[in-house]
């Protein structure tokens, strides 16, 4: 199984993306994962924003492939402790024959059309997070499931 996060526009504070490669590098030597960036829509402030989410979404959809089982991160999402969220990758890691692929939209959301798509929804926190954090806290919490499932002293209970 591979792993992808699926991510609209760039990091662009230089301490996030300098944090969000330590803990891919630090994921990787537990699991197949990479970063598929979908560009940015460019001239957006006129569209409305159901406009920018469907224009988002088509591009979403078209990065994925038949056989991906898609989970969006989404406030209206599922919660899970580490521990759960580990069990869940153990879970995944089992069933899943392609790609396990995670979801992170631009900031107003998904479409209607990728909810459709979506195979399940999980939310990291009912808080809000800037969407530039909250890639560093997925991937984070994904190398912490990687290292509870491996014995690893990272996760203390």
């Known amino acids: ?16 993306a300098e944090a969000i490669e330590e803990y891919i590098r630090r994921t990787r030597r537990y699991l197949a994962f990479d970063i598929e960036l979908i560009p940015e829509l460019k001239n957006t402030k006129k569209l ?14 078209k990065a994925l492939q038949p056989g991906d089982v898609v ?12 521990i759960e969220f580990a069990d869940y990758m153990r879970h995944k890691m089992n ?17 209607p059309k990728v909810y459709a798509a979506a195979h399940e ?32 002293p990272y996760h203390h209970e």
Do not use: C, W
């Open 71 to 82: 989970v969006i991160l989404d406030e209206g999402g599922k919660e899970m402790r580490s």
């Open 95 to 111: 069933t899943v024959n392609k790609r396990l692929v995670f979801i992170i939209g631009g900031p107003y959301g998904f479409s």
């Open 48 to 61: 409305p924003v159901d406009v920018q989410k469907e224009k988002e979404g088509e591009l979403i959809l």
């Open 121 to 152: 929804r999980l939310s990291l926190s009912r808080m809000t997070f800037s969407h530039q954090m909250v890639r560093l806290i997925f991937i984070e919490q994904l190398y912490r499931a990687m290292s509870i499932l491996n014995g690893s």
């Open 1 to 16: 199984m591979k792993t992808i996060l699926l991510l609209v526009g760039h990091t662009v504070e230089t301490y996030f």
